[in-house]
């Protein structure tokens, strides 16, 4: 089987640390690259040490998550930002807007999303952005910023057809995970059945939002095997060609061919 590259995870979560061994030779078996998304200071630790395990398998990117954007956002950037100087992260983020679980630090979240923003052209580094009832007003930060120097992936894509059009039309890619298998979803399968397959990379979100038959259980990176095969079959391609597709999107963007 052709391998696949899971573009977010998070298999540095302390929901792993029981049986991480075994998580990554199943993601080896499956996955060529695994990227690894950062959440706050707290999780580069860990994310790091993760890497650490496999440095050519593990891709850490660093930013601050919009659920994790509070008063402080200002500080915790400015810690940040230097770090890029001491190692190589292959992005920025995952920074976007989340308006699901708390509406409190929403200019908080605008404003370390513009700043990563800026960090993505400076750095020439593709953007992972995170929206949650907030697609309309991430394009809106996006386009604003968007000078030709702009990359990166919606991730977790979730949206209707006009919002799937305009992130193409910012140039960036639509992240697909467990959630395009999910029986609900037919509006969703639709657009992936219509996006240009150059727009599209595949991931998981680990430990979140499980592909079936896997709901409601931890989601990891060999995971997008399932999600892989979804959409080989919306698309009426063979796996393999899938596979190529969506791998060389992946590399492209992250600046590794
Ligand atoms: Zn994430």
Not at 89 to 113: H, M, N, R, S
Request: proline letters at 5%; charged letters at 25%; aromatic letters at 10%.
């Amino acid at each position: 089987m052709m391998q696949l590259i899971d573009t977010h995870s998070h298999l540095y979560s302390s929901k792993f640390s029981a049986d991480v061994e075994e998580v990554i030779s199943r993601a080896k078996e499956v996955n060529s690259h695994v990227f690894l998304p950062n959440v706050d200071l707290d999780s580069i630790p860990q994310m790091l040490d993760l890497t650490g395990r496999d440095p050519g398998f593990f891709f850490p990117m660093m930013g601050l998550h919009p659920c994790h954007a509070f008063a402080d956002y200002q500080e915790v950037l400015d810690k940040m930002r230097p770090m890029f100087e001491e190692r190589k992260y292959y992005g920025v983020g995952e920074t976007g807007l989340d308006y699901y679980w708390d509406k409190t630090f929403i200019p908080q979240q605008k404003e370390a999303l513009r700043i990563q923003i800026e960090w993505a052209k400076e750095m020439d580094l593709p953007l992972i952005l995170h929206c949650r009832e907030s697609m309309d007003d991430v394009i809106e930060l996006v386009r604003e910023g968007q000078d030709g120097r702009l990359k990166g992936i919606f991730h977790c894509f979730n949206g209707d057809a006009r919002q799937a059009g305009e992130v193409i039309d910012l140039n960036f890619m639509v992240g697909i995970g467990g959630i395009l298998t999910y029986k609900a979803n037919d509006d969703l399968r639709e657009i992936f059945k219509n996006l240009p397959l150059d727009h599209i990379v595949l991931e998981t979100d680990s430990p979140y939002l499980p592909p079936v038959p896997f709901r409601g259980k931890r989601n990891e990176s060999s995971y997008t095997k399932y999600v892989g095969e979804k959409l080989a079959e919306i698309r009426e391609i063979s796996f393999d060609q899938m596979a190529a597709i969506t791998s060389e999107n992946a590399l492209k963007l992250f600046g590794l061919i």
